[in-house]
């Protein structure tokens, strides 16, 4: 008795693509560790969306949220400027940090004047520390196989 097969559908759940802020825009890559991002600034009402993406569904740890936002609460700016970034690379931490890095650099090329604030709090400058790399003999970057005298 041959069997047949029942060809079930699977209902394909499209989520529907925002439409990119348009308009004039502030552009800077952030980095930390091995992610980068690519962030726009627009002139807006506050959304953030990473990699097409609300910032909500994106970043599942409330503390990266208030991380990525700091620069604009320092700079009072708060719910004045779109974001719109692409991140590749590193962790969840590394690309929240990379995020803010990014909207810290095209914040400064918006308004010149957040700059000794945003220096202050030491957003400025980048993050350069990176994992270290192992060494031939060694099991990793620095621990090394147990000792044995005799």
């Known amino acids: 008795m041959p069997t047949t097969k029942k060809t ?10 925002k439409a990119a802020p348009k308009g004039k825009y502030t552009y800077a890559n952030g980095k ?11 002139k ?14 994106y970043v599942a740890v409330k503390a990266l949220i208030g991380l990525i936002k700091s620069p604009f ?17 590193g962790g969840v ?8 890095h990014g909207i810290v ?6 308004d010149p004047l957040a700059k000794p604030v945003l220096k202050k709090a030491g957003l400025i400058t980048r993050d350069s520390r990176t994992k270290e790399r192992k060494k031939f003999g060694l099991k990793r970057a620095r621990k090394a196989p147990q000792f044995s005298k005799r």
């Open 32 to 42: 930390r560790k091995s992610a980068v991002a690519r962030v726009r600034l627009y």
């Open 105 to 110: 650099k095209s914040l400064i090329e918006a």
């Open 93 to 100: 931490t590394a690309q929240a940090e990379a995020v803010r």
């Open 73 to 89: 609460k320092l700079t009072g700016h708060v719910n004045k400027f779109d974001v719109s970034a692409k991140v590749d690379g």
């Open 44 to 57: 807006g009402t506050g959304e953030i969306t990473i990699n097409d993406k609300t910032i909500s569904e």
């Open 8 to 17: 079930v559908k699977k209902e394909e759940k499209e989520t529907p693509k």
